[in-house]
């Protein structure tokens, strides 16, 4: 890398982890370039915000252009935008499995696409999507939200071996639950038991989740790609 | 927001200028016969990737004009829009206008 400031690209930026990660990464001296489908109030000189959603393919395109035009350079995306939902399969409708595909996969799948173009020019990028324990713990009542997961993984993996050969690593991080907005509506005792069959039974922290991004998209991480890092010893 | 055959061509130079470096051994001629892609092509098909992406953002850098090179009607195409800097620089200016 050069001297000139790292850029890094977080989606699902107005709150949650995807809010602390960005604004960590500002700390860290990167600028970052954010996204949500509402406004964010996140005011920094290095950041800015675009509103979009991560499934609408035009307007994934108009933010890494504007990225490029800018800053002629990616460093790093952080997949993080997602959505989730609990829902007996036989009482889910088709409305939500596609929501949560929307956002999940092709939300990962374009964001990904469009700036490994952004990286191979410089012959380097770090992407890192978000898988979850509900993929392989095969917990019921996230069927969709589990499957959409699956999906990333398989992204992730394949996607790894198609960049490798222009400097990319493409890499997946699934966190156990973590407070925020997405668990917020799944009940207690469900959390609990969730929880109890981790290796270390407690809550992920947003720092957890950093710490395994953190080694993800080190310079000297560039013989790791393709993999899924699970938290809490899933 | 438009493309001239002539902007095509230069955006394609420009990304022949830049991914020369990166190629090992090899080096791209800044002609519209260079052929690209299939028989006779000095590029293997990530370097063609990365050529075709670089082209769409030096179109869009230099123009405004938003291109898709890649997509399914460039892929099945029975004259592959890849095949020269002259397919390619025709089949930007085709799909812009």
């Known amino acids: 890398m050069s001297d000139q400031k790292p850029v890094m690209a977080i989606t699902g930026t107005r709150k949650g982890i995807g809010r602390f990660l960005a604004e960590h990464f500002l700390n860290q001296g990167y600028i970052v370039e954010g996204c949500s ?48 939902s609990m829902n007996h399969i036989m009482l889910t409708p088709k409305s939500q499995i596609e929501r949560i595909f929307e956002t999940n996969v092709y939300g990962t799948f374009l964001f990904a696409r469009e700036a490994a173009k952004l990286m191979g020019r410089r012959k380097y990028g770090r992407i890192v999507n978000t898988a979850t324990v509900a ?14 997961k699956a999906a ?17 690593t493409v890499n997946a991080v699934g966190p156990t639950p973590v407070p925020t907005d997405l668990v917020g509506s799944v009940p207690q005792a469900k959390m609990d038991a ?13 720092a957890d989740v950093l710490n395994v991004i953190e080694f993800f998209i080190r310079k000297e991480s560039d013989f790791v790609t393709g993999q899924t890092i699970y938290m809490g010893g899933v | 927001m438009s493309l001239s055959r002539e902007q095509a061509v230069t955006a394609i130079y420009e990304a022949i200028d830049e991914l020369n470096p990166q ?29 075709v992406m670089m082209v769409e953002q030096n179109i869009m850098m230099e123009t405004g004009t938003e ?17 020269s800097v002259k397919a390619l620089a025709d089949y930007a200016a085709e799909v812009a206008a």
Do not use: W
């Open chain 1, 37 to 84: 489908r509402g406004e964010a109030d996140l005011e920094h000189d290095d950041y800015r915000h675009h509103c979009l959603d991560v499934a609408d393919e035009k307007s994934v395109i108009s933010m890494m252009h504007a990225i490029y035009r800018s800053h002629k350079r990616l460093d790093v995306l952080i997949n993080n935008a997602g959505i989730a």
């Open chain 2, 67 to 83: 291109v898709l090179l890649a997509s399914e009607a460039a892929m099945s195409r029975k004259r592959s829009p890849y095949r």
């Open chain 1, 135 to 148: 993929t392989p713990l095969k917990l019921e009542g996230e069927a969709a939200y589990a499957a959409s």
């Open chain 1, 152 to 168: 990333v993984v398989s992204l992730t993996e394949i996607m790894a071996r198609e960049v490798a050969g222009l400097g990319i």
């Open chain 2, 23 to 51: 190629l090992d051994g090899i080096s791209l001629e800044r002609s519209e016969d260079t052929i690209l892609f299939g028989e006779g092509a000095a590029l293997d098909s990530l370097n063609l990737v990365n050529l």
């Open chain 1, 194 to 206: 969730l929880i109890a069959r981790q290796a270390i039974p407690r809550y992920g922290e947003m």
